[in-house]
């Protein structure tokens, strides 16, 4: 009787399926539409960076001397993402080594921080020495990481994370890589047994970049919600342009500061009627990993539960 046309977009349903943005890459970032990922700040003991210093890292020859290693060159890592130090192997292992001060007596773990453009998975053992003893033969695994944030890896030992016992002083990380590799080595770090936190290694998307700019967005808007605003009442609010970290809209944004000097904030608000209700809290965290942040709640009654406040900015 009839025929239709339909776009194949409709048809085959693929206008449906919302389009994830790729994360950004350390190539494409300046120029694409793409996800922002970074890390946790880490509570770090020591570290060993080629930022402050390009002599970091260092080829180990046969016959125990050394030599500098050359930078990736910025057509494979931008400067604006950071420099590091070019590891590559030809047909033979090579190691690499730096030297990081710890700075007492403790358990630490060690995180290394890279770039690999290539698609590769490189096992690499890693060897910790101090005064002469071999303190840890442990491992890691350089993956692909072609990203805007350079990648971090903890090293293990028995599939699970190491911590060694190092003493104040000077203490050498030796890398044993493996033929045919080709990556970029930026950062050692020591953590602190205690301090060790699982999400350091967890990458968060911060934002949504279009040609390098974070573009602004936000959750919708909760229907028939009723709003307590954190800073009525409350002495020394902070303005969003006054921040010391980007946040989207910021001429809309008024935050109440939470740190050890004032560690606790107190809010009213009336309901309009009896019933159950549940509490959406809006934050900024861009210093910490995930914090449990208890919550007393008193209408007639008093109700104690917590929130889990994650690494977020923007």
């Not at 977009?9 to 943005?21: D, F, M, P, V």
Request: proline share 9%.
């Amino acid at each position: 009787d009839y025929v239709v046309v339909l776009p194949a977009e409709y048809y085959l349903g693929t206008i449906l399926k919302e389009r994830a943005a790729p994360p950004c890459e350390a190539n494409n970032a300046h120029n694409s539409t793409c996800v922002d990922l970074l890390y946790p700040p880490m509570a770090i003991a020591a570290r060993a960076d080629v930022t402050e210093n390009a002599d970091t890292f260092k080829e180990v020859k046969i016959d125990g001397t050394t030599s500098d290693l050359k930078m990736v060159p910025i057509e494979q890592l931008p400067e604006i993402i950071g420099p590091a130090s070019h590891v590559m192997t030809g047909d033979e292992t090579k190691v690499v080594e730096a030297t990081i001060e710890v700075p007492e007596d403790y358990d630490y773990a060690i995180v290394i921080e890279y770039h690999n453009h290539k698609k590769t998975q490189l096992p690499i053992l890693v060897e910790v020495l101090q005064e002469g003893n071999v303190k840890l033969n442990g491992n890691i695994t350089i993956h692909n990481c072609p990203f805007a944030t350079f990648c971090r890896e903890v090293v293990t030992q028995g599939g699970k994370v190491a911590t060694i016992p190092l003493a104040k002083g000077p203490a050498t990380i030796q890398l044993h890589v493996p033929p045919s590799a080709d990556f970029g080595l930026a950062a050692v770090n020591l953590i602190a047994e205690k301090e060790w936190n699982n999400e350091y290694l967890q990458q968060v998307p911060v934002c949504v970049r279009k040609d390098g700019r974070c573009v602004p967005q936000q959750y919708p808007p909760a229907g028939n919600s009723i709003v307590a605003e954190a800073e009525a009442g409350q002495e020394n609010p902070v303005s969003g342009d006054k921040l010391p970290f980007p946040v989207a809209n910021p001429k809309d944004v008024v935050v109440m500061p939470l740190d050890e000097s004032q560690g606790t904030l107190e809010m009213t608000g009336v309901v309009p009627g009896r019933g159950h209700y549940m509490f959406l809290v809006h934050y900024f965290n861009p210093d910490n990993t995930p914090l449990n942040i208890g919550v007393v709640l008193q209408n007639d009654h008093f109700f104690e539960g917590k929130f889990i406040v994650h690494f977020n900015i923007y």
